[in-house]
């Protein structure tokens, strides 16, 4: 039997009727190989009753992915742990022992320069497990890029990775490793060129730090930029440098972007860059605090038009790996990575939330899969503004005249391909970006002393 799948669908069904509903409907068009990477272990950590980020929006997520049946669809995998050396391909030896050894009962023993060297603080505490759960969420990037190589997969998310703010040797805005970077590198051993593609409210700057110097992968960031809101860099000049120049690409947004703006500004520039740089493999942060009434955030985006960019990104039929993100507001966040395993599937939930949801509670009053989540916010970006970032990036694009052939034994040893002196440059680049931060920091509060 076909059941209508409609917005409007009321609570009035009986429950005979109810255990017939279809929970999806495929799209008829040829499904892709999709697996899904989830080591439920990753869910248990916590970073402090009062931190914003709640691993428990995974499990969230993975109940609502399991309730729509949506596994019956993909590959599962539980992933293992990441190894050491497998964090070291990026991450600095004093700062993965540093992670591995840290303890909250012993982190009164370091001296503040230590702590403060590894940048732990309010944003980046020491908790119970830190260096297992690091362990965890990379680990499933890795293993979704192997089953990427190996051909087994054409899509495989990792919902519990993508925490694009984590540098060579420090944590960074609730990310301790940065499972993006070590999956790109990863990929790098197959695939020429890799683009990034990152939908986070906030700038994708470990990513882009990673690859800065290179033309073998192309970041794509879209976020909220004023100079000021973390991390503080993104702007549109930000094109990369040496052989990577022009091959960072920077979309920074006002508050309030809504659907309809945001989803056409993604397309105008995503398709041409795509149809230039002729990626074989494409990597989708799709950080979930861009959606309107995120507990951080300042955007206006529903969850259709989100994943509207996803299934955008889809359309062009190359094997992408999806990663999560950030997201402050669990029920929206689970609520939106179970749409976009379902976009990514090709197939049309319901958007009744299932009844046997074990988390069925945490979804009302509406327990729909599509809440309102717009108008909260002024729509503080102009046509005329965003046209002009437009057509500075289209600038940009022009210098990227084809896709560059690459030679694939210039992986360098340092996956990175970071030399020393490229790394000082970018060492000087945050230098500067932090003193201007702290700048108009000084100048805001001199604006406010009366
Ligand atoms: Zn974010």
């Known amino acids: 039997m076909i059941v209508p799948l409609t917005e409007s669908d009321t609570f009035t069904t009986d429950t005979k009727t109810e255990s017939h509903k279809p929970l999806y409907e495929p799209n008829g068009v040829k499904q892709p190989n999709v697996s899904y990477h989830f080591n439920p272990d990753v869910s248990k950590y916590h970073y402090g009753p009062r931190h914003p980020m709640k691993p428990f ?26 190894t050491k050396e497998e964090l070291l391909e990026f991450h600095s030896q004093d700062y993965i022992d540093f992670l591995q050894s840290v303890t909250p009962d012993q982190v009164s023993k370091y001296v503040d320069n230590v702590l403060q060297r590894f940048n732990i603080g309010d944003d980046c505490p020491v908790f119970d497990g830190i260096y297992d759960y690091s362990l965890i969420y990379a680990g499933a990037s890795l293993d979704a890029t192997r089953k990427l190589m190996s051909g087994m997969s054409d899509i495989a998310i990792n919902w519990s990775g993508g925490l694009h703010h984590a540098k060579k040797a420090e944590p960074s805005g609730f990310c301790y490793v940065n ?12 695939h020429p060129r890799v683009m990034y593609i990152d939908i986070d409210l906030h700038h994708g700057d470990g990513v882009q730090e990673a690859f800065y110097t290179t033309d073998r992968v192309m970041t794509v960031s879209f976020h909220k930029y004023n ?30 972007i809504d659907d309809e703006s945001y989803v056409r500004l993604f ?24 959606l309107g009434f995120d507990r951080l955030g300042c955007f206006n985006l529903n969850i259709r038009a989100h994943g509207e960019c996803v299934k955008y ?34 197939v049309t939930l319901n958007a009744k ?55 694939m034994r210039e992986i360098p040893p340092d996956l990175t391909g970071l030399t020393d002196e490229e790394e000082e440059l970018i060492r000087e680049l945050n230098e500067e970006n932090y003193r201007e931060q702290a700048e108009s920091k000084d100048v805001a509060k001199e604006v406010h002393v009366d």
């Open 57 to 82: 929006r995974l499990m969230l997520t993975d109940h609502l992915v399991i309730s729509y049946k949506l596994y019956e669809l993909m590959d599962l995998y539980t992933p293992r742990r990441a």
């Open 179 to 190: 499972d993006i970077v070590l999956g790109i590198l990863n990929l790098l051993r197959v």
């Open 227 to 256: 100079g000021e809101f973390f991390p503080g860099t993104g702007s549109v000049d930000e094109k990369g440098i040496g052989k990577g120049k022009n091959y960072a690409i920077n979309v920074p947004l006002r508050d309030g």
């Open 267 to 290: 397309k105008l520039i995503v398709e041409p860059l795509i149809t230039m740089y002729q990626p074989t493999c494409i990597v989708q942060q799709c950080g979930a605090d861009s």
């Open 313 to 346: 990104v889809k359309s062009f039929g190359i094997p992408m790996l999806v990663l999560g993100g950030g997201g402050y507001t669990p029920r929206n966040v689970s609520r939106l990575w179970c749409y976009e395993t379902s976009v990514l599937n090709d």
């Open 353 to 407: 939330l299932p009844n046997d949801l074990p988390s069925h509670e945490w979804f009302g009053p509406d327990f729909s899969l599509h809440p309102q989540l717009d108008g909260r916010i002024d729509n503080k970006n102009s046509k005329k503004y965003l046209d002009s970032v437009r057509q500075t990036i289209m600038e940009q694009i022009r210098y990227l005249s084809h896709a560059p052939s690459v030679q």
